[in-house]
């Protein structure tokens, strides 16, 4: 009889590594309402599976005297902050990774108040899966709801709604059957998800790790046993294939090649390919990396792509592969959360940001308000801090994309303050917006935007009276041309407010006046007195730009050199 050994496990650092290597990698969230017992479940995860250093753990154990937790205060090893400790409460997202011998593990451990569902919404971003906590005495709360429809309207496939705290309920079973039947009634009104119910106490650890012996009327799987079965990372690889550009490598004259990391899909050198928007297509002539060209590449990977074409492909471009090919417009319907204080203005125009690509933008219109707690739609002119709702977004150029459930990489978008680069919101798209898509021939032209007219001069709009003195108005009128600007000098004051709106820079010459005003198409203004005599120009103009490097939305002309 044949005798089979037992392959020998390669017990070197090169083997660890390889093992290491070869685990796929679960991303998740932890999301539901304020002192349910995230931050605490997540520290008794980390525990139990041993994915905490003796340091750590020896100084959250002295942080934990005298908070009436046992000898552990497991919060503590994700609420590092001080006025987390302080109040007891989540504020930032922190991320934790740990790993099992089955799988690798990102956790982004999400705050439960209201004020920050934004750092809720970033955290789920990236996510799979999403851990609802709720607690068992209080049953489903209204911020359980708006976590869950947040992580549903992520597109996150997975989702584990933990009962915590059934050691405060004597671990009963009609409590978690009446909370589960509850939470499965709300979700029947959401994006399909596959939900998994599971009674835990993160604090004693009941069905975190190990299944429970205190609650034998349960027989599925513990926390992490479903953390480690669920799938992970499949999407994006069934995907077609999405590749934004996000640098153009051209070291020398003989190569040519494209840098950026797949969005979605596998590609392999000889596989044709599509260049967005412009339409030009081509072929994979390598897959270039540090460590040599490959035979293969698939989502999540950082590549450079050369072509057996030379194309006109720049930065923001998205090359494609596959049958469904992208839409392609400038206008579209998504689905945005409000993240920033100040409420969002429609028609005032915003940087967009979508995948590796910035273009102008504006809200167009807001179909309305998400209603989270009853899911219904209200009519709204603008959105606060928080807020969901549903909206119009118009572009300077056309953008392809891929409506976001299908393919959240070129699907999702973010919003940027134009002024002060801050980010305003987070979006998802839906579709194209029919009557804005790109259009055919037999269609005829579309009417030319303010967005777009400010993309082709860079800049918006002003109006700049310079009293009686025609020397300083030429000298401007030189030094902002030179920098591009879209300007004209005119020796009569009466203008045109559309041509405010079309973003040009005019200098109206008004002999009547011996100062100068300047008056931005957003009301803005700025006032001063000019010099008499012709030696103080030069420094009059460089002091005209400097105000209207005051009043205007950071134009890129202004540092571009002296007068």
């Not at 919404?121 to 708006?146: C, F, H, N, Y």
């Not at 978690?176 to 029947?188: G, H, K, M, P, T």
């Not at 919003?415 to 305003?424: H, K, P, R």
């Not at 935007?449 to 009276?465: F, K």
Request: net charge negative; hydrophobic share 40%; glycine share 8%.
């Amino acid at each position: 009889m044949a005798v089979f050994a037992a392959p020998v496990e390669d017990k070197s650092f090169a083997g660890f590594l390889e093992r290491e290597q070869a685990k796929d990698l679960l991303r998740f969230t932890t999301a539901g309402s304020v002192y349910d017992g995230k931050s605490t479940l997540i520290g008794r995860l980390l525990y139990d599976s041993r994915s905490v250093y003796d340091d750590q753990l020896e100084s959250v154990t002295k942080a934990s005297v005298g908070r009436n937790a046992g000898t552990i205060d497991f919060s503590l090893l994700t609420d590092g902050l001080r006025a987390e400790r302080e109040q007891g409460i989540t504020i930032d997202v922190a991320y934790r990774y740990f790993a099992t011998p089955r799988r690798k593990f990102i956790i982004a451990d999400t705050p439960g108040h209201e004020q920050y569902t934004r750092n809720m919404v970033t955290g789920a971003s990236t996510a799979e899966l999403a851990i609802v906590l709720v607690d068992a005495r209080k049953g489903v709360l209204p911020q359980s709801r708006r976590h869950a429809f947040i992580a549903s309207l992520l597109g996150l496939p997975q989702m584990v709604i933990a009962v915590n705290k059934m050691d405060l309920v004597d671990y009963s079973e009609a409590v978690f059957a009446r909370i589960e039947e509850d939470f499965r009634q709300f979700l029947s009104h959401l994006n399909p998800i596959e939900a998994h119910f599971i009674p835990i106490s993160a604090l004693e650890g009941d069905n975190v790790v190990k299944r429970s012996g205190r609650m034998p009327w349960y027989r599925a799987a513990s926390l992490l046993e479903v953390l480690e079965t669920v799938p992970a990372g499949t999407r994006e690889e069934q995907a077609p294939f999405r590749f934004p550009v996000q640098r153009v490598v051209r070291p020398d004259h003989q190569f040519r090649g494209y840098a950026g990391r797949i969005a979605a899909g596998i590609i392999r050198p000889g596989d044709p390919v599509t260049v967005f928007p412009s339409g030009r297509k081509s072929n994979i002539r390598a897959i270039v990396t540090f460590d040599g060209n490959l035979d293969s590449a698939q989502a999540g990977q950082s590549v450079t792509l050369t072509l057996t074409d030379e194309l006109d492909i720049s930065r923001g471009d998205l090359l494609v592969s596959g049958e469904r090919a992208p839409e392609v417009s400038n206008s579209f319907d998504a689905t945005i959360v409000w993240l920033n204080e100040k409420p969002s203005e429609p028609h005032r125009r915003y940087r967009l940001k979508h995948a590796s690509r910035i273009e102008l933008a504006e809200l167009a219109s807001i179909h309305h308000r998400i209603n989270i707690n009853t899911l219904e739609h209200e009519p709204a002119t603008s959105l606060e801090m928080n807020a969901i709702g549903s909206v119009r977004v118009e572009t300077a150029r056309p953008i392809a994309f891929d409506p976001y459930q299908r393919n959240r990489a070129t699907g999702s978008f973010i919003l940027i303050d134009a002024v002060s680069n801050a980010t305003l919101a987070a979006g998802m798209i839906t579709d194209a917006a029919a009557a804005l898509r790109i259009r055919t021939k037999d269609r005829g032209p579309e009417p030319v935007t303010p967005v777009e007219r400010m993309a082709r001069s860079g800049h918006t709009g002003a109006l700049i009276r310079l009293g009686g003195r025609a020397e300083v108005a030429w000298r401007l009128e030189r030094a902002l041309f030179d920098r591009g600007c879209f300007v004209v000098a005119l020796e009569e004051s009466r203008v045109s407010n559309a041509l405010l709106e079309a973003g040009v820079l005019m200098l109206v010459i008004d002999e009547d006046e011996q100062g100068f005003a300047i008056t931005g198409v957003d009301g803005k203004t700025g006032s001063g007195e000019l010099p008499l005599d012709d030696v103080e120009a030069v420094r009059t103009v460089e002091l005209l730009m400097e105000q209207l490097r005051i009043l205007l939305p950071a134009p890129s002309w202004v540092d571009a050199g002296g007068i």
